[in-house]
Nanobody, 122 residues
Framework: QVQLVESGGGSVRPGESLKISCTAS???????????MAWFRQSPGKEREEVAH????????YEVFTKGRFTLSKEDNAPNTLALTMNNLQAEDTAMYYC????????????WGQGTQVTVSS
């Protein structure tokens, strides 16, 4: 059974930092089959948008709105994990953040976590 479990969400004040993590298990063919893993987010009344992703070679890509504030990382010796460190958080970063996995990096994210809430408020 495929599971993507997010953790680390919470409430912070503007300008503060937060690290959220995702641990995947049961991914078919992993790690021999290359996976892209990504973070998406969705705010109330808005469409879901990609935040950043990493491909099977470890190459990362970030959406423009992250403006160098966000960084993807993996835990040592744990290729099935994906963390997102977010610095200088702003109110507009408030959203439910979702981890997703794309088998074969086809730009189709087939597996999704349940999400972790990030709230930025003064």
């Amino acid at each position: 059974q495929v599971q993507l479990v997010e953790s680390g969400g919470g409430s912070v004040r503007p300008g503060e930092s937060l690290k959220i993590s995702c641990t995947a298990s049961g991914l078919p063919g992993f790690p021999n089959l290359g996976y892209c893993m990504a973070w998406f987010r969705q705010s109330p009344g808005k469409e879901r948008e990609e935040v950043a992703h990493v491909d099977s070679e470890g190459v990362t890509s970030y959406e423009v709105f992250t403006k160098g504030r966000f960084t993807l990382s993996k835990e040592d010796n744990a290729p099935n994990t994906l963390a997102l460190t977010m610095n200088n958080l702003q109110a507009e970063d408030t959203a439910m953040y979702y981890c997703a996995a794309d088998p074969g990096c086809t730009s189709h994210y087939e597996y999704w976590g349940q999400g972790t809430q990030v709230t930025v408020s003064s």
